[in-house]
T-cell receptor, first 111, second 114 residues
C-alpha cells in the first residue's frame, strides 16, 4: 500500500536552517502538504505543493519536490524556538478521499 | 482558527465499555474525518463522512463506528473499548476533494483504555 516516511527527530540551533525530509510511494499523488503540530494541539497546514511543481517558497519556508525520486523536503530558514513542533508531510489525490500522512518529524530548536 | 471542537478532551475508561467521541464544526464543511494518532504511525484514517448520513470506512475502521445526523456533528463510537484503542483521536473537516484539499483539525481527544 501507499506509504509516507519521515525521519523521527531533528535538532537544530536557533538561527540555523532546518531541513525536514519525506519520501512517498504513490505516484498518483497530486498534492503534497506540510502540516505543523504544536504540543497538545491538532495539525495546521503550513504549505502545499502541486505535483507538477518542483519548488515553492513562502516567507521562511521552501518546499522542494523531486517527483522522480518521490522525495519532498521542507526547509525552514532562520529557525526559531517557536518552530519546535512535529512536522507531518501528507499526500492526496485530487477528487478522492485518499489522504496519507507521514509518521511525523519532531523538530527541536536549541537556543 | 476553523471552528472545530471535540469532546471530551480527555477520557479514561475500562476495557469493554462503550465510548463515544464527539466532533462539532461551525464551518458548514461537507467532509468530516476521524483519525487516530499513534507514535510511529502518524495519523491513520478511521472513518470519514461526505454528507449527512453518508459515511465510509478508512484504513483502520475495525472496532469503530460513526454517525452523522447533522452537518455539524460527527460521532465516533467504540462499541467495546480495548487497550489497543488507547490513542489520541483527531477530527478534521474539509470543504472540497478537488484541488488542494486543506484539512482543518480539532484539538484532539486523548483516550486511555485500562
Amino acid at each position: 500500500g501507499e506509504d509516507v516516511e519521515q525521519s523521527l527527530f531533528l535538532s537544530v540551533r536557533e538561527g540555523d536552517s532546518s531541513v525536514i525530509n519525506c519520501t512517498y510511494t504513490d505516484s498518483s499523488s497530486t498534492y503534497l502538504y506540510w502540516y505543523k503540530q504544536e504540543p497538545g494541539a491538532g495539525l495546521q497546514l503550513l504549505t502545499y505543493i502541486f505535483s507538477n511543481m518542483d519548488m515553492k517558497q513562502d516567507q521562511r519556508l521552501t518546499v522542494l519536490l523531486n517527483k522522480k525520486d518521490k522525495h519532498l523536503s521542507l526547509r525552514i530558514a532562520d529557525t526559531q524556538t517557536g518552530d519546535s513542533a512535529i512536522y507531518f508531510c501528507a499526500e492526496s489525490t485530487s477528487g478522492t478521499y485518499k489522504y496519507i500522512f507521514g509518521t511525523g518529524t519532531r523538530l527541536k530548536v536549541l537556543a | 482558527d476553523a471552528g472545530i471542537t471535540q469532546s471530551p478532551r480527555h477520557k479514561v475508561t475500562e476495557t469493554g465499555t462503550p465510548v463515544t467521541l464527539r466532533c462539532h464544526q461551525t464551518e458548514n464543511h461537507r467532509y468530516m474525518y476521524w483519525y487516530r494518532q499513534d507514535p510511529g504511525h502518524g495519523l491513520r484514517l478511521i472513518h470519514y463522512s461526505y454528507g449527512v448520513k453518508d459515511t465510509d470506512k478508512g484504513e483502520v475502521s475495525d472496532g469503530y463506528s460513526v454517525s452523522r445526523s447533522k452537518t455539524e456533528d460527527f460521532l465516533l463510537t467504540l462499541e467495546s473499548a480495548t487497550s489497543s484503542q488507547t490513542s489520541v483521536y483527531f477530527c478534521a473537516i474539509s470543504d472540497r476533494l478537488a484541488g488542494a484539499n486543506e484539512q482543518f483539525f480539532g484539538p484532539g481527544t486523548r483516550l486511555t483504555v485500562l
